[in-house]
């Protein structure tokens, strides 16, 4: 896809208390996304156009300066833009820990980021296994994917991974595979199941969920499951 450099920021949230675990923060949220998930709900964001640049960010994060303790960058897919490692290093002199959302797709700037020392903390979406995955993701990015979250598991970076299910997609044996290959890749943490909220618009028209899942023992020695929404 095409980058847009200039103005890559779709719109800011200026405070937050959810999205960064005890912390108060900003989030920018990056326009585009090289995924185009069933049940996303970010569809302007996805397939919008940025309105703010990496300069306007920039002056209005000068302004919340020990303000708030962080910034999550996410999107879209906020590891696409040509220069989000350097607004990542901006954000970093000015003192704000950093949280990245990201889909995976993007492990070489994930990895200089790790080697730079420039994140915090991490949320990796884990969309499903490869024999689901084209169909959730309409994208071939499974390997980019999985490469990601062995850089972070061999990086020791608090990151955690969080998967959207909305039961006509992902079953109890959906997700009892998708456990087992974490733990096959050493994962070891808090797993986060994202309930799909039914009513809300999302990029394709998808029927009722039911949330099945909850009534399930999913946790086992090394992976925690916990549920949101």
Same mark, same amino acid.
């Given at each position: 896809?095409?980058?847009?450099?200039?103005?890559?920021?779709?719109?800011?949230?200026?405070?937050?208390?959810?999205?960064?675990?005890?912390?108060?923060?900003?989030?920018?949220?990056?326009?585009?996304?090289?995924?185009?998930?069933?049940?996303?709900?970010?569809?302007? #964001?996805?397939?919008?156009?940025?309105?703010?640049? &990496? /300069? $306007?960010? *920039?002056?209005? !994060?000068?302004?919340?300066?020990?303000? %708030?303790?962080?910034?999550?960058?996410?999107?879209?897919?906020?590891?696409?833009?040509?220069?989000?490692?350097?607004?990542?290093?901006?954000?970093?002199?000015?003192?704000?820990?950093?949280?990245?959302?990201?889909?995976?797709?993007?492990?070489?700037?994930?990895?200089?980021?790790?080697?730079?020392?420039?994140?915090?903390?991490?949320?990796?979406?884990?969309?499903?296994?490869?024999?689901?995955?084209?169909? #959730?993701?309409?994208?071939?990015?499974?390997?980019? &994917? /999985? $490469?990601? *979250?062995?850089? !972070?598991?061999?990086?020791?970076?608090? %990151?955690?991974?969080?998967?959207?299910?909305?039961?006509?997609?992902?079953?109890?044996?959906?997700?009892?595979?998708?456990?087992?290959?974490?733990?096959?890749?050493?994962?070891?943490?808090?797993?986060?199941?994202?309930?799909?909220?039914?009513?809300?618009?999302?990029?394709?028209?998808?029927?009722?969920?039911?949330?099945?899942?909850?009534?399930?023992?999913?946790?086992?020695?090394?992976?925690?499951?916990?549920?949101?929404?």
């Amino acid at each position: 896809m095409k980058e847009n450099v200039s103005t890559p920021i779709y719109s800011i949230t200026p405070f937050t208390l959810l999205d960064y675990a005890h912390k108060s923060a900003c989030i920018l949220w990056f326009a585009g996304c090289n995924m185009r998930c069933l049940y996303c709900y970010n569809p302007e #964001i996805v397939l919008g156009k940025g309105t703010i640049s &990496f /300069e $306007k960010a *920039l002056t209005f !994060l000068h302004s919340r300066k020990n303000l %708030f303790d962080a910034v999550v960058f996410s999107g879209g897919e906020c590891l696409l833009h040509k220069n989000s490692i350097q607004l990542i290093t901006e954000v970093k002199k000015m003192g704000f820990l950093v949280k990245i959302d990201t889909n995976g797709s993007r492990p070489e700037v994930l990895q200089q980021l790790l080697e730079n020392q420039l994140i915090d903390y991490v949320a990796l979406d884990f969309k499903a296994m490869p024999v689901h995955f084209e169909k #959730i993701t309409q994208s071939n990015l499974f390997l980019p &994917f /999985e $490469k990601s *979250l062995r850089l !972070l598991v061999e990086s020791g970076l608090p %990151f955690e991974v969080r998967t959207t299910v909305h039961s006509d997609l992902i079953d109890k044996n959906h997700m009892q595979a998708m456990i087992q290959y974490l733990e096959q890749q050493n994962y070891q943490g808090n797993y986060y199941i994202q309930h799909f909220v039914n009513g809300v618009t999302t990029l394709e028209k998808l029927g009722y969920s039911v949330k099945e899942l909850e009534k399930e023992n999913l946790s086992t020695a090394s992976i925690k499951v916990h549920f949101r929404g």
